[in-house]
């Protein structure tokens, strides 16, 4: 998740040294990055350092990091000519950085650990570019969201062609529509770009946070694995997606960062013990960890699951 890497004390002495922009746009320094929490935990798969917003981004919005803030568009989409103006996506021009830093992971990684590569859904990429709030339900919205589709299925095959042998939607925003709003708005748009991918024989796994209203939906998007926040209990999301889907998910971060070494493995043994038995269930939390938490903890998650 997007915070994962902060709170690793090697990936703030990085960042004290780099702006983000520069972090997000340097092979060696992705490469680095992304392999930071693998060489400290010995997790089973590398996330690649990136971003969502890379890709409008890269399609020429200008994007700055605000401290504290987070990234920002500095000029948002308010028109059709806006839209337009972007340009059409070129792996090869555009994130040379990216696919060649996930060569140099997969090489060091070998069959060690698995890769994942990602990008944001339309929807929530789409919230961050579009200017006046009013135009996210109309025509506007609807040309982004194609526009998003059709710029993301090449971005992705770049991240595939370069070594992922996952892929992660992040539809971090999808929980704010109703079930009944989620295929029209986002559903649709991420299940193109699902079955666009199908060739590549890639898994697809769905993120959303704030989940629990849109299983069935989430499902309907066709992915094979569905992520779920951890707001979302997994006995009702087993019970949602047996035999249509696998399962990732859904450490609470809060409790991963506030509780002792003891009690994370007791709280991991028992989100274990939910989903034994359940094929292709992937362990992980239900949103990214937070920047305060300490090390151990996050060890003990790991190895928890690991032992088991
Ligand atoms: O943790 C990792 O290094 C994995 C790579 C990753 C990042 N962003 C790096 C990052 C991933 C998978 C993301 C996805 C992402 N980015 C999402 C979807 C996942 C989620 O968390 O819901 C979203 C919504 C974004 C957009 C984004 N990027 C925001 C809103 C922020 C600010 C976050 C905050 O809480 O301050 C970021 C920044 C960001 N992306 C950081 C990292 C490591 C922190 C940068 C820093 O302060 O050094």
Redesign the pocket.
Known sequence: ??????HLPEYRAL?DQHD?LEMLTTEELIVE?SLQPWRRYQTDAV?V?????LLPKVMGMNLMFLEGQ??KFRKLIANEEDLKALKKFEAERDIPFLTGALKKIKKEIGDRAALIG?A?SPW?VASYMLKDPSTRSGYLLKSCLERLVQETVPYLQAQIEAGAEAIQI?D?WGGNLKAKEYAEWSGSYIKEIVQALRPSGVPCILYI?NSRHLLKEMLAAGPDVISVGWETPLEETKKAAEGKAAIQGNFNPHILMQSKPETIAQETQKMLETMKGYPGYIANLG??VLPKTPVENVKAFVDTVQQS
């Open positions: 998740m997007r915070q994962a890497g902060r960042r983000f990055v996330i350092f990136s971003d969502i917003l987070g990234p990602f944001g929530t992040f971090s946070k949103h990214g």
